[in-house]
C-alpha cells in the first residue's frame, strides 16, 4: 500500500487537506522559511485520519511495529507523521505555500 506520488507535487491542489490539517507559518529567522501542517485533531480521532489520508498523495505505508490504527490507510500509519504532544504534524506535504483555506 505504500505510495507517494512526490513527483507530482505541483499537480497536488493542498486545499484538498484542509478540513484535518492547518498550516502554520514559520518564523522566518533565515532566508528559507517553511511552515508546518498541523493535525487539527488529537491522538484519539482515527475516523479524520483515515479521511484525510484516503485523498492525501503523500502517504507512506510506515513500519508495522510504528502503526498504531487497525486499518492500514491512516495518517497515524503514515511515515511522513511527526508526532508532538497532543497530535502530529505531516512533513509529507509541501510547506513552501501555504493552503487556501
Not at 52 to 70: N, R, S, T, W
Request: aromatic share 12%; hydrophobic share 40%; proline share 4%.
Amino acid at each position: 500500500m505504500k505510495r507517494s506520488n512526490h513527483s507530482l507535487l505541483q499537480e497536488f491542489d493542498d486545499s484538498i487537506m484542509t478540513p484535518w490539517f492547518t498550516y502554520v507559518p514559520a518564523i522566518q529567522s533565515s532566508t528559507v522559511a517553511a511552515g508546518r501542517w498541523i493535525f487539527r485533531f488529537d491522538n484519539n480521532h482515527l475516523l479524520q485520519s483515515r479521511q484525510a489520508a484516503k485523498v492525501c498523495q503523500y502517504f507512506i505505508e510506515d513500519d508495522e511495529d510504528e502503526m498504531i490504527d487497525d486499518v492500514l490507510l491512516s495518517c497515524f500509519n503514515c511515515m511522513q507523521r511527526r508526532w508532538l504532544v497532543d497530535g502530529f504534524e505531516c512533513v509529507g506535504l509541501p510547506v513552501n505555500k501555504p493552503l487556501a483555506e
